[in-house]
């Protein structure tokens, strides 16, 4: 770390167990991080979450799953922050913001981080410092102290095991997310049908809309080139050898597809969305969020997939230099120290 100084970080999450999305990964990896630096961590969350933490991590179960107006889960986090006497205590997500806003106490700082575009960002203002993980959130808060570090990665290797087996010799597509409609996947089975460009698409990923959109590929008789394979523990090793991975979300924090296909130098066509926008060359963006939108980026871009390639080198070269787990967790202690001395 750039400073010498070991500090003690208690991260909450205020998620009520189950889901395990792209907030709670980012909060275990940088939890990890930090105590491979030598800093204290303790993760305070649903118990559910206990299997997904080391035992680098000391993890504290928390009731989260109560309202964040509950006083009994406030007197809960309050005497259990008194006992861990934090240098940091730091809120992922607004409901976390919401509970630890005003705990802060003489000698620590309070630091939310913003993983997605919102109405209202009410909950952070009364935190001494606010992360956000892309310009688009950035631009959105009116908090004087906030600092924009991107999402990063520890990628998995090519070697590890994939959940389902990988395309053989065919050129393939690929696109990483839940089956939910925030990520529009049926316009993006709607735009592929109806190209019939010469790649599969293979959707990875489970969710709500799983059903729905397995009936849309046989409505449109796609069956035989767009695939929903379920859930991949390593989209790495995927995006490794794929021809492009697509993002066809309505809106977005920051996409950990995104992340991960540019580690893998795997090219990228999105839909204008926070992430894509900060790192993604203009011709590689739809212009708007929609199905035509989406559609005619597919039908110029896959037309060319190598010039597409040669288009985004910059940015696989920057992902290897800034998008990595280690530039996140160090710019992350930065703004700890800078808060601190204030």
Same mark, same amino acid.
């Given at each position: 770390?750039?400073?010498?100084?070991?500090?003690t970080?208690?991260?909450?999450?205020?998620?009520?167990?189950?889901?395990?999305?792209?907030?709670?990964?980012?909060?275990a990896?940088?939890?990890?991080?930090? @105590?491979? *630096?030598?800093?204290k961590?303790?993760?305070?969350?649903?118990?559910?979450?206990?299997?997904?933490?080391?035992?680098t991590i000391?993890?504290?179960?928390?009731?989260?799953?109560?309202g964040?107006?509950?006083?009994l /889960?406030?007197?809960? /986090?309050r005497?259990?922050?008194? +006992?861990?006497?934090?240098?940091?205590l730091?809120?992922?997500?607004?409901?976390?913001?919401a509970?630890?806003s005003?705990?802060?106490a003489?000698?620590?700082?309070?630091?939310?981080?913003?993983?997605?575009? +919102?109405?209202?960002?009410?909950?952070? *203002?009364?935190l001494?410092?606010?992360?956000?993980?892309?310009?688009?959130?950035?631009?959105?808060?009116?908090h004087?102290?906030? +600092?924009?570090?991107?999402?990063?990665i520890?990628?998995?290797?090519?070697?590890?095991k994939?959940?389902?087996?990988?395309?053989?010799?065919?050129?393939?597509?690929?696109a990483?997310?839940?089956?939910?409609p925030?990520?529009?996947?049926?316009?993006?089975?709607?735009?592929?049908?109806?190209?019939?460009?010469?790649?599969?698409?293979?959707?990875?990923?489970?969710?709500s809309?799983?059903?729905?959109?397995?009936?849309?590929?046989?409505?449109?008789? @796609?069956?035989?080139?767009?695939?929903?394979?379920?859930?991949?523990?390593?989209?790495?090793?995927?995006?490794?050898?794929?021809?492009?991975?697509?993002?066809?979300?309505?809106?977005?924090?920051?996409?950990?597809?995104?992340?991960?296909?540019?580690? @893998?130098?795997c090219?990228?066509?999105?839909?204008?969305?926070?992430?894509?926008?900060?790192?993604?060359?203009a011709?590689?963006?739809?212009t708007?969020?929609?199905?035509?939108?989406?559609?005619? /980026?597919?039908?110029?871009?896959?037309?060319?997939?190598?010039?597409?390639?040669k288009?985004q080198e910059?940015?696989?070269?920057? @992902?290897?230099?800034? /998008?990595?787990? +280690?530039?996140?967790?160090?710019?992350t202690?930065?703004?700890?120290?800078?808060?601190?001395?204030?």
């Amino acid at each position: 770390m750039s400073a010498p100084q070991r500090l003690t970080v208690a991260q909450l999450i205020a998620t009520p167990g189950g889901n395990w999305g792209g907030m709670e990964k980012h909060t275990a990896d940088l939890a990890e991080e930090l @105590a491979r *630096c030598g800093h204290k961590v303790h993760v305070l969350a649903h118990p559910d979450y206990r299997h997904r933490f080391s035992h680098t991590i000391n993890f504290h179960p928390l009731p989260v799953q109560w309202g964040r107006r509950n006083p009994l /889960l406030k007197l809960r /986090l309050r005497q259990m922050l008194r +006992k861990l006497s934090p240098d940091v205590l730091h809120a992922q997500g607004s409901k976390a913001a919401a509970l630890i806003s005003g705990m802060g106490a003489h000698g620590n700082i309070t630091v939310g981080t913003v993983h997605g575009t +919102k109405s209202s960002h009410k909950d952070f *203002c009364k935190l001494d410092g606010v992360i956000a993980v892309s310009k688009g959130i950035q631009q959105a808060l009116s908090h004087p102290n906030t +600092k924009l570090i991107h999402n990063g990665i520890k990628p998995q290797g090519s070697g590890a095991k994939t959940t389902h087996p990988i395309p053989g010799a065919q050129a393939f597509a690929v696109a990483v997310g839940r089956l939910e409609p925030v990520k529009q996947f049926s316009n993006l089975i709607s735009a592929w049908a109806a190209l019939k460009p010469p790649l599969s698409l293979y959707i990875l990923g489970d969710g709500s809309e799983a059903d729905k959109l397995k009936a849309q590929i046989q409505r449109l008789g @796609a069956e035989s080139f767009i695939k929903l394979p379920g859930y991949e523990d390593n989209p790495t090793a995927w995006l490794q050898q794929a021809s492009v991975c697509v993002i066809s979300s309505e809106r977005e924090g920051f996409p950990y597809a995104l992340i991960e296909a540019l580690l @893998a130098r795997c090219p990228v066509l999105s839909t204008p969305v926070n992430g894509a926008l900060d790192l993604l060359p203009a011709e590689s963006l739809a212009t708007a969020t929609g199905l035509n939108a989406l559609q005619t /980026l597919l039908s110029v871009q896959l037309a060319d997939p190598g010039s597409l390639r040669k288009s985004q080198e910059a940015c696989f070269e920057h @992902a290897s230099r800034e /998008l990595t787990l +280690k530039a996140m967790a160090n710019r992350t202690a930065d703004f700890y120290y800078e808060l601190l001395c204030k």
